[in-house]
């Protein structure tokens, strides 16, 4: 089937440190993949994505490069900041399906 | 500016009570989503729909009932089934109906917060 597996947080950094969050996948299909972003009390904010293998998504300094031989979708930004606190989902979509698969969630926090 | 607007906020639901979330967007979007959303758990679907007058079960529709009659609208029903409805209620749409075009990703609400008093 298809599934999204995030690493469990929290996590906690400090300002300016390197952040990575890992995502594994299992999809039928030939899969999307997405990184989605939940600011406390809000909804969801598409913030990457990548439509096939080694493509890599980008936007406001995060990274996630589409892995198909390791079926990941890591997350990665190399200086965090306070703003950046979230919650941050994984999800997949898949050419045969009609909706998303979404990973659990991972709470990040940054300290000043 | 095109978006999803969910509504109310805030709602309070008494004991056998069934209330109605609004979610209505202007994107001219096709599918629309209902996702429930539990502290420390990830996104779990209620319902979709791909097309005005038609509606699918997701993985947890029991005690919840929907209806698509305007492209534009996608009302959520929790009723008095539900046996634990306080949570974070999310509806999304998607300009991809169908095979093939779930690459565009969602556009969300900004979310319901239901608690039962």
């Known amino acids: 089937g298809n599934s999204v597996t995030q690493m469990e947080g929290p996590v906690t950094l400090s300002e300016e440190a390197f952040l990575t969050i890992n995502c594994t996948y299992t999809?039928?299909?030939?899969?999307?993949l997405f990184w989605y972003v939940q600011y406390p009390g809000e909804g969801l904010q598409l913030l990457l994505k990548a439509t096939k293998a080694d493509d890599k998504g980008s936007n406001k300094g995060f990274e996630a490069t589409y892995r198909k031989e390791t079926t990941s979708f890591h997350l990665e930004k190399g200086s965090v900041q306070v703003s950046d606190s979230a919650v941050y989902f994984c999800?997949?979509?898949?050419?045969?399906?009609?909706?998303?698969?979404f990973g659990t969630g991972t709470s990040l926090t940054v300290i000043p | 500016d095109g978006g999803i607007t969910q509504s109310p906020k805030y709602l309070f639901r008494k004991e056998g009570q069934n209330v109605t979330l609004s979610c209505e967007q202007n994107?001219?979007?096709?599918?629309m989503y209902w996702y429930r959303q539990d502290p420390g758990q990830g996104l779990r679907l209620i319902y979709y729909?791909?097309?005005?007058?038609?509606?699918q079960k997701g993985d947890i529709a029991e005690g919840y009932s929907v209806s698509r009659e305007k492209k534009e609208s996608f009302p959520l029903t929790v009723t008095s089934a539900q046996k634990n409805p306080t949570a974070f209620y999310l509806c999304?749409?998607?300009?991809?109906?169908?095979?093939?075009?779930?690459?565009?990703?969602?556009?969300f609400g900004s979310g319901t917060r239901l608690t039962v008093v």
């Open positions: 999800a997949l979509s898949v050419i045969t399906g009609n909706q998303f698969y």
């Open positions: 999809a039928t299909g030939y899969p999307s």
């Open positions: 994107l001219n979007h096709d599918a």
């Open positions: 999304a749409s998607s300009n991809a109906a169908g095979r093939g075009r779930l690459s565009y990703g969602y556009t």
């Open positions: 729909s791909q097309i005005v007058n038609d509606f």
